[in-house]
């Protein structure tokens, strides 16, 4: 009898010691299943490095996709824009001047420039021959023949340039320099480009909706990529977190549904689907690794819940309830779980 008691004992201890290590509890209809609340938190930051101008909500608030949360000074970056919308006036302007080639007006220029230094020319070759003729009979020095041939060469070299000057004219710029020209002005549209994005990130816009959870900065903080704002609680995907035992896994699968009741309001239940179940195990409520505890091995689940009135909050514990006994169906959508 002393052996039985002590046995006995022994079994019930185990029972106790046991029982608040149990992630859930089975019926013969549904399987219980106890966890808390999740939720993703994300650090907004502005695209670019400034001072901050403005900020538009406080811890708690909720906001909306699009909500504009804060604002940079954007001087600078406004600047930058405008004086980028003026290089590209000038450079377009530059394209079509050279892609139009020279106005009749500059080849008419061009024609009666060479029309003179040919008259030049001309005349420079009839003094320089009247002064060769008369060297011989002694009435002009040679300085002055030599006066007359430079003349003559420097009018030469003014025809030839007139000359140059009027096939430039009637070819029109070079494809190289039309090219060189086009690429500059898609240079500058890329870094106006660049610019208006710049501009465009001094505003801070709530991503998706959720709950301020906290005000890291104030305005005329330094804010950058690096340096958040805020804090936002998304409040869309919400879940339960719960945990499987290794035995069960046959009999829970994503898609299922699900209800989700809370301690604060017990006497609702939200809409609920399993919606992931971790593929790797885990130890619970720490990492054992004897082989008499190997089925403490648990298993992460998600069961995503509905809340439409916001009033499951994160960290929360929740009773999750799954039906053993439903057929398996796809996924529903968001909040459209029965």
């Known amino acids: 009898m002393r052996f039985f008691l002590v046995g006995l004992l022994a079994l019930v201890l185990t029972g106790i010691a046991y029982l608040p290590f149990r992630p859930k509890e089975e019926t013969a209809k549904e399987l219980v299943l106890y966890g808390n609340i999740d939720l993703r938190q994300v650090d907004l930051a502005p695209g670019v490095a400034e001072r901050i101008a403005k900020m538009y909500f406080w811890e708690g608030d909720i906001v909306h996709p699009g909500d504009l949360m804060a604002e940079l000074v954007a001087t600078r970056f406004a600047a930058e824009v405008e004086n980028l919308k003026a290089q590209i006036a000038a450079q377009r302007a530059l394209v079509e001047k050279l892609e139009r080639g020279s106005r009749p007006q500059e080849i008419e220029h061009a024609r009666a420039l060479l029309a003179e230094a040919q008259s030049e020319e001309t005349l420079a070759e009839l003094n320089s021959q009247r002064a060769r003729a008369l060297l011989p009979k002694r009435l002009i020095s040679q300085a002055e023949v030599d006066r007359a041939e430079a003349s003559l060469k420097a009018a030469r070299a003014r025809r030839r340039a007139a000359q140059e000057a009027f096939s430039l004219a009637l070819e029109g710029p070079r494809r190289e320099d039309i090219a060189a020209a086009r690429a500059r002005l898609r240079a500058l549209k890329a870094q106006l480009k660049q610019a208006k994005k710049n501009l465009a990130d001094t505003k801070l816009y709530a991503p998706a909706a959720g709950v301020v959870q906290n005000r890291l900065l104030e305005p005329g903080d330094q804010a950058s990529p690096q340096r958040p704002i805020y804090t936002l609680a998304l409040t869309d995907p919400l879940w339960a977190r719960v945990y499987l035992a290794e035995t069960e896994l046959g009999k829970v699968q994503p898609g299922m549904r699900a209800q989700v009741q809370s301690d604060s309001f017990p006497n609702k239940r939200y809409a609920a689907w399993v919606g992931y179940i971790s593929p790797s195990a885990e130890f619970t409520p720490k990492n054992v690794e004897t082989e008499e505890l190997r ?44």
């Open 295 to 338: 089925t403490h091995l648990v298993y992460q689940a998600r069961v995503f819940v509905c809340n439409p009135e916001g009033e499951l909050r994160l960290g929360m514990p929740v009773t999750v309830r799954i039906p053993l006994s439903q057929p398996l169906p796809p996924p529903p959508s968001p909040c459209q779980a029965p």
